[in-house]
């Protein structure tokens, strides 16, 4: 049975969706006012492959990842930008899709935006104060009362009288207790603004998930996901406001995944320490940066580096060498199969990831045991590797163009080496056959021999 971590209880648990086979996921998006960098791609890598799997196992998913729009990174970027921040977002959220497709990430069910929401926020936090867990001071702000929720900390773990303390340090006059958290903020100059009970402003960052995971998926909903950074204040709060609105559980299952650390530091566009996904993609090919990506448990921290990304593309290398000169056109997954039952019960323990790549690499093994002797074998097992790849998003290329890129070597001038290499040989001119292929390995072109003849891919 699929077990799952949940940030919420500290431990795996069994996974049983609340509607039968329906699971409803609902992952914390971007807020587009700059490019996306890696660490934005391993958490929405690692969530498009809990995606993939949970379809991959039969379930029916609604997978929902927001996007944010409003917000004072935004505004400030448009501001020094001299644009409008329609044309900032709008052009920042065809630059993220481009970067996520390009990594092989398939998109949400559904991609709702902050701003199409204002109205259900402002509902939301109407309810809030006629229950008691919100007010408005009179400034044309509101807030929400943290000492009024009882569960308030239960994801984080936070302590109020710690919250309290740190909070001393800026707090806000117009606050009643310093960790109160803002649901309305008032209109300011050159700011967007909506018509609302308290007078023109716009919502807070908090209120747009509570509002949006419950127009798309309910009042409680499966599984609710994001990089961990987001457990507090941000879900934390989630929980706070949705479940005082709704008065009823909001999530049965959080999942958060691990970040990317430079030189030991989370990488952050804050501290300036951060790739962004095109800028690691010039570099690299899309599945051995996903590969890096997959290669980690999702709820582990992973270091970011040019060696493990080079490490990456040898072992992406060896798998889809694994599939190269087979013909698999026709061939028929195998059903059933003790490698694909494997497969299965590994990424059934929390999505294992690490695991589940060293059982494709048992099965290459496997593969290349038999291939000479039983061909057709060999190709029932290419294909069901190619199967328990996709479930990962990787092995989708095809092999020889795989083993042939990243490289700025001139394939004519390749091919006709390795024409100079056969006229060498059938001359028994073995000394310059030897010449031209140590020329080509300079060059980071290996050849391969074979009764079919020879092939070359490039040396990662």
Not at 221 to 229: A, E, K, P, T, V
Not at 440 to 451: F, H, K, M, P, T
């Amino acid at each position: 049975m699929l077990q799952i971590y949940n940030t919420l209880t500290r431990k795996k648990e069994s996974f049983t969706p609340m509607d039968g086979n329906h699971v409803r996921m609902y992952v914390c998006g971007m807020t587009v006012y700059d490019f996306c960098h890696i660490g934005h791609a391993r958490t929405v890598t690692a969530f498009d492959v809990v995606a993939r799997y949970l379809r991959a196992r039969g379930y029916h998913l609604t997978y929902v990842r927001n996007i944010t729009d409003v917000d004072d990174k935004i505004i400030h970027r448009a501001l020094e930008n001299g644009e409008s921040i329609d044309a900032l977002t709008d052009r920042m959220i065809v630059a993220m899709r481009e970067d996520f497709h390009r990594l092989g990430n398939i998109d949400p069910d559904e991609e709702p935006r902050a701003t199409a929401y204002i109205d259900g926020m402002i509902t939301m936090i109407e309810t809030l104060i006629a229950k008691g867990y919100a007010y408005a001071p009179g400034n044309g702000d509101v807030y929400y009362r943290v000492r009024k929720f009882d569960g308030y900390g239960k994801l984080s773990g936070k302590v109020l009288d710690e919250l309290e303390a740190g909070a001393r340090v800026e707090v806000d006059e117009q606050k009643e207790y310093p960790p109160d958290f803002v649901l309305w903020k008032s209109v300011k100059p050159e700011e967007p603004s909506w018509e609302s009970p308290w007078g023109d402003g716009r919502p807070g960052w908090h209120i747009e998930c509570s509002v949006m995971g419950k127009c798309c998926l309910g009042e409680t909903f499966d599984i609710h996901g994001g990089g961990s950074d987001l457990t507090f204040p941000h879900h934390e709060n989630e929980i706070a406001q949705s479940e005082a609105a709704n008065g009823v559980l909001f999530v049965n299952t959080w999942m958060h995944s691990g970040a990317i650390r430079v030189d030991n530091v989370k990488m952050s566009k804050s501290l300036g320490n951060f790739f962004t996904i095109r800028e690691v993609l010039e570099l690299y090919n899309h599945e051995v940066v996903r590969y890096f990506l997959i290669s980690s448990h999702y709820r582990s921290p992973m270091s970011y580096s040019e060696n493990s990304l080079k490490e990456a593309g040898v072992r992406l290398k060896r798998l889809y060498t694994a599939l190269n000169d087979l013909d698999l056109e026709g061939v028929a997954v195998p059903e059933g199969h003790l490698f694909e039952q494997r497969f299965f019960t590994v990424m059934d323990d929390d999505f294992n990831t690490p695991e589940a790549l060293a059982v494709l690499f048992e099965l290459v093994r496997e593969l290349n045991r038999i291939r000479s002797d039983d061909v057709a074998k060999a190709c029932s097992l290419a294909v069901l590797l190619r199967k328990l790849g996709g479930v990962l998003g990787i092995l989708q290329e095809d092999p020889s163009t795989f083993l042939k890129s990243g490289s700025d070597v001139d394939e004519e001038w390749i091919r006709t080496m390795i024409d100079q290499r056969e006229l060498a040989k059938r001359d028994r001119n073995f000394s310059e056959a030897d010449r031209i292929r140590d020329e080509l390995a300079s060059q980071g072109v290996i050849l391969e021999d074979s009764r079919k003849g020879t092939t070359w891919h490039i040396q990662r």
